[in-house]
Antibody, heavy 117, light 106 residues
Framework: EEQLVESGGGLIQPGGSLRLSCAVSGFGVSHNYMSWVRQAPGKGLEWVSVIHGDGQTDYAESVKGRFTISRDNSKNRLYLQMNSLTTDDTAVYYC???????????WGKGTTVTVSS | DIQMTQSPSTLSASVGDRVTITCRASQSISRGLAWYQHKPGQAPRLLIHDASSLESGVPSRFSGSGSGTEFTLTISSLQPDDFATYFCQQYSSYWTFGQGTKVETK
């Protein structure tokens, strides 16, 4: 069964850093487009970052320069390193798999990040 | 950026009702649109991709239509398991999402 399980969320002070992890099972993280998507309280979903099968990465303007997406093929895990966090980064963060560079056909249940002093 | 406008934000319906949710794109996205179902505490579930292609395992009461800028998700006969939030997503240029439609019990 194809499954994504996020972890690493929590309460963090503004300016702090956090690393989210996504455990992938049922398929290889290296062979697919993988993204992080977030949903702030009371808001719609927002795409955050993608890593292509060839390792190319891309980011939403709102996180460019602060967040870094990566993967560990040996552990079959996806990561999101988040630095210089602000209260605007408070959200549930979802790990997703894309079919090519299109729709997201597998999602995790999400991990909650709260940025607050 | 392509903006997605979804309506209504909330929909009150009864079991057996025909339900329609609309998504409008700020520019043409051809058929690059997906629909998802999301229940609290669960992973979002892909229902429809490429505007009208039903994902494997999704009941046939769900259908999608449209192209260009106007898209519709229809549930032909609402079932108890269908009370959830539905959202659209364009993938013509990066990925953007509609604000979601909560389908609740009338």
């Amino acid at each position: 069964e194809e499954q994504l399980v996020e972890s690493g969320g929590g309460l963090i002070q503004p300016g702090g850093s956090l690393r989210l992890s996504c455990a992938v099972s049922g398929f290889g993280v290296s062979h697919n487009y993988m993204s992080w998507v977030r949903q702030a309280p009371g808001k719609g979903l927002e795409w955050v970052s993608v890593i292509h099968g060839d390792g190319q990465t891309d980011y939403a303007e709102s996180v460019k320069g602060r967040f870094t997406i990566s993967r560990d093929n040996s552990k079959n895990r996806l990561y999101l390193q988040m630095n210089s966090l602000t209260t605007d980064d408070t959200a549930v963060y979802y790990c997703t798999r894309e079919e090519g560079q299109s729709y997201m056909d597998v999602w995790g249940k999400g991990t909650t990040v709260t940025v607050s002093s | 950026d392509i903006q997605m406008t979804q309506s209504p934000s909330t929909l009150s319906a009864s079991v057996g009702d025909r339900v329609t949710i609309t998504c409008r794109a700020s520019q043409s996205i051809s058929r690059g649109l997906a629909w998802y179902q999301h229940k609290p505490g669960q992973a979002p579930r892909l229902l429809i991709h490429d505007a009208s292609s039903l994902e494997s395992g999704v009941p046939s009461r769900f259908s999608g239509s449209g192209s260009g800028t106007e898209f519709t998700l229809t549930i032909s006969s609402l079932q108890p398991d269908d009370f959830a939030t539905y959202f659209c997503q364009q993938y013509s240029s990066y990925w953007t999402f509609g604000q979601g439609t909560k389908v609740e019990t009338k």
